[in-house]
């Protein structure tokens, strides 16, 4: 998500929020459960910032079902710009109750393509960048987000690394920050299921993988996305130790990465 004022990213474990200096739609419809504002229930809790539109990456729960909440059960937004792939965008009209959202204008789809850029103001600029990943409702995309001074990717979901194309360490090398899929730290962490068939590349792969990186590159990798499993969740962990010991950082709620 992205708002109105700074050209920051701010990420914590379970994704990023994009900060950027316009403000593209405000609404001033009252909420009937909450009897509040719009404008102040799609304000961030410090008051600094305002919702001003939504990135998906794609369709599985945890990562679009938030929308509920511009619904007239709720906020009653009007017109969130929702930024989305062919897809993901077609999954939401043709599907309940997402579509409801579309017919009562609470979101306004806008369209994405692969390595296409979106240009939100003159130095905020956003690359949708598809990614391998369980596709049973939607395509799954990262995005590359590059500000005036500094530029970082975001990949919340991915297959084991090595099903991509494109070389990650590669990505990393030309970018400032690179915050990337921590979903689990190690096979096993699941007992009784077969790993295997939840793909993701393990923290401790993306460690391995990310060895021969400078210790400069390796300061840029961000681990995100964790499973309440995953140990990198625990302050004070063996886990959070070893990330850190090699050099690689793990989010914390309320980190701010300046573009």
Known sequence: MYDSNHNTADADSSGTHLRGPRRLHSSTGN????????SQLLSAA???????????THAHIGHYTGLMHFGREAVGASDIPVYAMPMMAAYLSNNG????????????????????PVELNGS??????QVPHRQEYSETVGYRIDGP????????????????????????????????????FADGELPGRDMSMI???????????????????KSRVIFIHMNHTNPLLIDGSPAQSEVQKRGFRFAKEGLRLPL
């Open 124 to 129: 905020l600029r956003v690359t949708p960048i």
């Open 199 to 217: 793909k993701h590349p393990f923290v401790s792969e993306s460690m391995a993988l990310f060895d021969a990186l400078s210790d400069e590159q």
């Open 149 to 184: 001074n500094k530029s970082a990717v975001f990949i919340p979901d991915i297959d084991k690394w090595e099903n991509w194309s494109t070389d990650i360490r590669d990505v990393i090398r030309d970018v400032d920050y690179a915050l990337l899929d921590a979903t689990f």
């Open 31 to 38: 909420c009937a459960r909450c009897r509040l504002p719009t």
């Open 97 to 116: 109750p997402w579509d409801q959202l579309l017919s009562l204008q609470n979101i306004e789809l806008r369209p994405l393509a692969d390595g296409v």
């Open 46 to 56: 410090d008051t600094e910032y305002a919702l001003d539109g939504v990135f998906l």
